[in-house]
């Protein structure tokens, strides 16, 4: 799939540019994509690098399993083909988590991490397992608790109350995430997409997992975590939580910032987002010092993966950026918002938000710019600028995604993903425009 929409998107850029005389324009397009992939790849290093490692942490200590063990029950209805013990339920855990709070900067190398474990339990490499689509799909419709990029917008406009689209953005996450659910899941039985039959010969999973660590060489805890351990901890936790959760609650961290206004359930939000990482930065290394894990070396062991990840993507990034890039440069966008201005209208999806719909699944960068204009343009509390920010909350850069996650792990038959994607992106569209009218429109 991703071979012919590549491919489709060269094409169509040199007979659109053709047409309008923008073959310069696209090439320039091209041009500019190769190097913001590599920028992109690069500034993903130190990221990379720092999360890498303390998911080593975390591993080691057992902590990935124990959250995995937590969410047992729902995790093993997603993915039945994954070992309930296996690695990957916390990894993904912990990714689905940092993208509902809006942590991009965490999310992104804690999902590459889970789909790394997923690629161990692959027999076909090369090939997206149904673990790996779903998983994917989770991401582009992700549930959304905190949409910093879209709030940052509203606020550098002057909106009278930016973080109104939290609510809104909550439900139209909640559509697109079962969407892509119920598609992929729906598209995995089709004949086209259907994974062929694999001899047990050929079937090479990961070692076995035994006592929350897999026996491939990981460093095991050197004590077990004991009653007076685990008390100590949790105290530890429980005053820190406590000290700054009822600062932002009350402040909003800011001294002298006073009372705020906001609705409490609105500070609470905000309060678990500015502190999920500096509570990981403390806890992940504080939790294997306790099991007696040599903390700083498997830092180090765990970083050096972050590097090679972050090097491993830039073939995958420069092609699919310069593909964007060239059919973007050549006016393809502007020719299929013409194309779908009457439908789109039909369903009541306004003509103002389609070139933001259109952009969503190929560039955050220009989906962002995209909507400052909107906000620019109507204003920032008005309906469409509301609008937008949902949208933008609510759907995903479904491309880049399929690019970086499954470029990380040489995946290249991407069966079902994309359409997956893409429908969990159209459902948060639409959804986005009629929950606001709803909630937002005069005389609703």
């Not at 660590?213 to 008390?231: M, N, V």
């Not at 403390?282 to 050096?304: H, M, N, S």
């Not at 040489?410 to 069966?415: H, Q």
Request: proline share 6%; charged share 10%.
């Amino acid at each position: 799939m991703l071979n012919w929409i590549w491919l489709g998107l060269l094409l169509l850029g040199v007979l659109i540019g053709g047409f309008t005389g923008r073959l310069q324009a696209a090439l320039d397009g091209a041009f500019s994509g190769a190097s913001k992939s590599t920028e992109l790849a690069i500034g993903l290093v130190g990221v990379m690098t720092l999360w890498l490692g303390l998911m080593r942490l975390a591993e080691v200590s057992g902590l990935v399993q124990a959250l995995a063990k937590v969410l047992r029950p729902i995790l093993t209805r997603l993915f039945p083909e994954v070992p309930a013990n296996h690695p990957a339920m916390g990894s993904m855990v912990l990714n689905l988590a940092a993208n509902a709070l809006g942590l991009t900067n965490a999310a992104t190398p804690l999902g590459l991490r889970a789909m790394k474990d997923l690629e161990s339990l692959n027999p076909r490499p090369g090939t997206a397992t149904d673990a790996m689509c779903t998983f994917l799909a989770l991401n582009t419709g992700s549930v959304q608790l905190l949409p910093i990029s879209a709030i940052a917008v509203l606020t550098a406009a002057g909106a009278k109350n930016p973080t109104a689209i939290i609510g809104t953005t909550l439900l139209a996450t909640a559509c697109s995430s079962l969407v892509g659910l119920v598609t992929i899941k729906v598209l995995a039985k089709w004949p086209t997409f259907r994974l062929p039959a694999v001899s047990p010969a050929s079937q090479t999973l990961e070692p076995a997992v035994a006592g929350g660590i897999a026996d491939d060489g990981i460093l095991a805890p050197q004590h077990p975590l004991a009653p007076s351990h685990r008390a100590w901890l949790a105290s530890l936790l429980l005053v820190g939580c406590f000290c700054w959760f009822g600062w932002q609650m009350i402040s909003g961290g800011m001294p002298g910032a006073g009372l705020v206004t906001d609705p409490i359930w609105m500070r609470g939000l905000n309060a678990l987002s500015l502190l999920a990482v500096p509570f990981l930065l403390a806890f992940f290394p504080l939790f294997a010092a306790v099991r007696g894990i040599p903390v700083y070396e498997q830092f180090i062991e765990g970083a050096k993966e972050g590097f090679q990840t972050s090097i491993r993507i830039i073939p995958y990034l420069v092609a699919i950026l310069v593909a964007i890039g060239f059919f973007r440069g050549a006016g393809g966008i502007e020719l299929l918002g013409k194309a779908l201005a009457k439908p789109m209208a039909w369903v009541g999806f306004p003509t103002d938000l389609l070139p933001m719909a259109l952009l969503r699944p190929l560039t955050g960068s220009g989906t962002l710019a995209a909507y400052a204009e909107v906000v620019r343009t109507h204003g920032a509390d008005s309906l469409l600028a509301r609008t937008g920010g949902t949208l933008f909350g609510s759907t995903e850069t479904t491309f880049y995604v399929v690019a970086v996650y499954f470029g990380a792990i040489g995946v290249r038959r991407t069966r079902h993903a994309i359409w997956a994607g893409l429908a969990a992106d159209v459902a948060g569209a639409l959804a986005a425009v009629h929950i606001c009218r709803w909630m937002f429109a005069p005389g609703n």
